[in-house]
């Protein structure tokens, strides 16, 4: 066959999307507390997490009003900072739910929620940073895999259900089937977590670990420089230079 009759062949490779910019989240109380005793705390690179996980929607002025009272200036926030409210809102979920150990497992004995599991045909357990279970994967498309957990030691750091990475982006998964698939409130009485069910005793702990949101949520940086000594020194200096 002569050269010129031969047909270069190129195999297409798929065009992965940029990875959009992060920030880092500031810390919870609980967060605060567990690095003033020395113990494990949220590590950062688990915000990164949660902000690439986030799908469009929930970056949209579709969930202001939901998130109104921990973050009334969404609507006016950049995207990056969007992103960084939403992985200091799930910190804080996993404070309030797991104590931020990503190792945590519980089997609930309140009749409404101590039921079997539909993969794993055994009582509920609420795993990971989120308390999640391996129904999950079926009812959200999460990577969980009980054939291979069921193997491992109950609290073992390598069940897929324990990974923060896989228990996080579940959790973003379910939040966003609440706020946009169901058209649900953040939060409500059939929201996924009792955490974020106004009334109960859980929610007030969520509350509480939403203390520290990022003050861009609340505040304009610059208005708030401008009321600064500084600012306000500032603003005299150039008066005076006008002048």
């Not at 497992?105 to 391996?134: F, I, W």
Request: overall charge positive.
């Amino acid at each position: 066959m002569h050269p010129e009759s031969q047909v270069a062949t190129q195999v297409a490779q798929p065009v992965q999307p940029p990875k959009p910019e992060v920030k880092t989240a500031p810390a919870t109380p609980i967060a605060e507390k567990k690095v003033e005793l020395g113990k494990e705390t949220w590590d950062p690179e688990w915000d990164r997490i949660v902000e690439e996980a986030l799908p469009a929607e929930l970056l949209s002025s579709r969930v202001a009003r939901d998130v109104r009272p921990f973050c009334p200036r969404f609507n006016r926030l950049s995207e990056v900072d969007r992103r960084a409210f939403w992985a200091y809102f799930f910190q804080a979920l996993a404070g309030a739910e797991a104590g931020l150990s990503p190792t945590t497992n519980v089997r609930h004995t309140e009749p409404e929620v101590a039921k079997k599991d539909e993969v794993t045909k055994r009582m509920v357990r609420s795993e990971g940073l989120l308390q999640l279970t391996y129904m999950d994967a079926d009812r959200y498309g999460c990577d969980f895999d009980w054939e291979a957990d069921k193997k491992l030691r109950e609290k073992d750091p390598a069940k897929t259900i324990l990974q923060p990475k896989n228990n996080l982006t579940c959790g973003v998964k379910i939040l966003d089937n609440q706020l946009i698939a169901q058209g649900r409130p953040l939060l409500s009485r059939k929201s996924y977590w009792s955490t974020l069910r106004p009334g109960l005793p859980d929610y007030r702990v969520f509350v509480k670990q939403m203390a520290n949101a990022p003050a861009v949520c609340k505040v304009d940086p610059a208005a708030r420089n401008a009321k600064s000594p500084a600012g306000v020194r500032g603003a005299h200096v150039a008066e005076v230079a006008h002048k």
